[in-house]
């Protein structure tokens, strides 16, 4: 089973609808959570952090944890086409000392105008 | 956020030439940095952890004897691809961590430089 995982997508989504990213993970001691945002060709880029159960919302980014269920997602409101990326989700898995991110794969989000 | 920069962006060389990435943290220090690596089409793979003043920790599988990382200050770390081969050519990520309330840690990555060994 791998650490982080994410639906590959491609997910197509009309403009102004809403887009749901979804993500799982499998150590249950991880404490951090992340959404990054990855255009193509350029690096990661910091959307959302997230460290406890319920919803974090900024702006029309809405992140929601559920640490019972090992899933975290991420809602895009009013989606533009300029949100067409890769999003990560990454995950701080538990190592003394030795803390790290681990990323899922990354889903593809593709905003049809 | 935090501001990472990440000197060349782009590096073109030969087989068997070594070439050195620059990471730093623009407006804050960084104890530790990642070095990931990214083929295309395929996700980040972390390759080490740099740590200000200590030996680099390598993922598994990473040749430490080829990838050379130096952390000699609180703002900077390189890495440096010794001998590269075409196989080496990848996007080459670092990124920093920043704690913040409550001990929460963040990372913000750096823009990249990719690499293409002819």
């Known amino acids: 089973q791998k650490e982080v995982e994410q639906n590959s997508g491609p997910l197509s989504v009309p403009e102004g609808a809403i887009a749901s990213l979804n993500c799982t993970y499998s150590?249950?001691?991880?404490?951090?959570f992340f959404w990054y945002r990855q255009y193509s060709g350029k690096s990661p880029e910091l959307i959302m952090s997230i460290y406890s159960n319920g919803d974090k919302e900024d702006g029309r980014f809405t992140a929601q944890l559920n640490k019972a269920s090992q899933y975290v997602s991420l809602l895009i409101r009013d989606s533009q086409p300029s949100d067409s990326a890769t999003y990560l989700c990454?995950?701080?898995?538990?190592?003394?000392?030795?803390?790290?991110?681990?990323f899922g794969t990354g889903t593809r989000l593709t905003i049809i105008p | 956020g935090a501001v990472v920069s990440q000197h060349p962006s782009w590096v073109i060389c030969k087989s068997g030439t070594s070439v050195k990435i620059e990471c730093r943290s623009l407006?804050?220090?960084?104890?530790?940095m990642f070095w990931y690596r990214q083929f295309p089409k395929q996700s980040l793979m972390l390759m080490a952890t740099?740590?200000?003043?200590?030996?680099?920790t390598y993922e598994q599988g990473v040749e430490k004897d080829k990838f050379l990382i130096n952390h000699a200050s609180l703002t900077l770390s390189t890495l440096t691809v010794t001998s590269a081969h075409p196989e080496d050519s990848s996007f080459y990520i670092c990124?920093?961590?920043?704690w913040g309330q409550g001990l929460r840690e963040t990372q913000y990555f750096g823009p990249g430089t990719r690499l293409l060994v002819l």
């Open positions: 990124s920093a961590r920043v």
């Open positions: 740099s740590n200000e003043g200590s030996k680099a």
């Open positions: 150590d249950r001691g991880s404490q951090s």
């Open positions: 407006d804050f220090q960084a104890t530790t």
């Open positions: 990454a995950v701080n898995i538990p190592s003394f000392g030795n803390e790290k991110l681990t």
